[in-house]
């Protein structure tokens, strides 16, 4: 009976952190721009050694959709 119990309160834990997963909004996207050349390309993540933000974030991987209010 007591694996029972354990049992159920694992799968209880794994439904409740995978209902938190799917609330969670997605990273947003920006517009990078080169230290060196100035090129501009859209991405989640940059390093910052080479790269800056040069925009708002968007919602889209083309950075054509901007995220509401911001």
Known sequence: MNNT????????ALL???CV???ADPAPW???RSKLDGKVVCA?????QGWQKDSP???DSRCEKR????
């Open 67 to 70: 995220v509401p209010g911001k």
């Open 16 to 18: 409740s952190t995978c």
């Open 44 to 48: 989640q993540i940059m390093s910052p």
């Open 57 to 59: 974030p968007y919602q």
């Open 30 to 32: 920006y517009r990078w």
């Open 21 to 23: 997963a799917a609330l």
């Open 5 to 12: 119990i354990t049992a159920r309160l694992i799968a209880a």
